[in-house]
């Protein structure tokens, strides 16, 4: 329903998706790694505080922003993550040291806090994360019980049904290489150190070089119980499915089992699929082109 945000809230939010697109394309025409591309977009995207990634993230059911993020190239195989983690103002960046610096893939909680120091990563403390509007959508799902998603109907905020998910970016660049990466703040009200499908690897966030590169965002256990990234993959590579197919085809498993959400998905040869099942999904797009495409709902 295109009228449960106002003009305003929505121009704040193409505008946002408009500029952090047309960065990302004078990026990729400047010759930019795609795994480069996605870690900025999505850092771009998590300092602009309206999404539920890094400032302006959701609080967890003790009022506290704990953050999961994932990074995957698709050149490499490579993949780096971090889940609950409550200092790094990028978390993306983190989740690619993680990648690049240590010998693992995914760190959580305190050990993923101390990489971010022994590197220097930028860290702030819970205020800067936390916004008004974040606080009093935890009291009200607190109040009711609910464990929610940052958009649902719910809250009785100014702009009850405001998109403002989970963020993601998927890019393929000049050379025809790959790269995808996700972060959020997960769900409102969440359990203390629960974890979505946004820093699993397979599950938030796939990209490789043969087929495509994901990004999802939406009721995170739904996707992480239908590992929904490395399903788009798979239909690609085993079963010849091109990438609307493959996305449609993921995207109806995580439907079947009752799961609300979305995912921006890109090819090897640079076809986009962005499909959803939730009433919207904030989402741009640049093709050859170069013209920046924002759109909210089914517009
Ligand atoms: N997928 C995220 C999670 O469950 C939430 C979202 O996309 O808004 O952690």
Known sequence: DRRSLTPAREAEF?????????????RLTAGAPALDVVESAVRDLEDFPLFNAGRGAVLNADGVVEMDASIMDGRTRRGGAVAAVRTAMHPVSLARAVMERT????????????????????????????????????????????????????F???????????VGAVARDANGHLAAATSTGGMTN??????????IVGAGTW??????????????EYFLLSSLAHDVHARMAYGGAALDAACAGALGRVGELGGTGGLIAIDRD??????????????????????VRVAIYSD
């Open 190 to 199: 969440k359990h203390p150190g629960r974890v979505g499908d946004t820093p």
């Open 207 to 220: 990209a490789e070089d043969t087929t495509c590169a994901v990004s999802a965002t939406g009721h995170g």
């Open 270 to 291: 640079g076809a986009i699929a962005m499909p959803y099942n939730s009433e919207g999904m904030y989402r741009a797009r640049v093709g050859e082109d170069g013209v």
């Open 156 to 166: 009785n905020v100014p702009d009850p049904k405001d998109k403002r998910g989970t």
């Open 14 to 26: 193409r505008a946002a998706l408009a500029r952090i697109a047309a960065a990302a394309w004078a």
């Open 103 to 154: 010998e693992h893939v995914l760190l959580v909680g305190e050990g993923a806090e101390r990489l971010a120091g022994t590197i220097g990563a930028e860290r702030a403390p819970q205020p800067y994360f936390i916004t008004a509007e974040r606080a009093e959508q935890q009291r009200l799902a607190a109040r009711q019980g609910k464990v929610t998603l940052d958009h649902d109907p719910l």
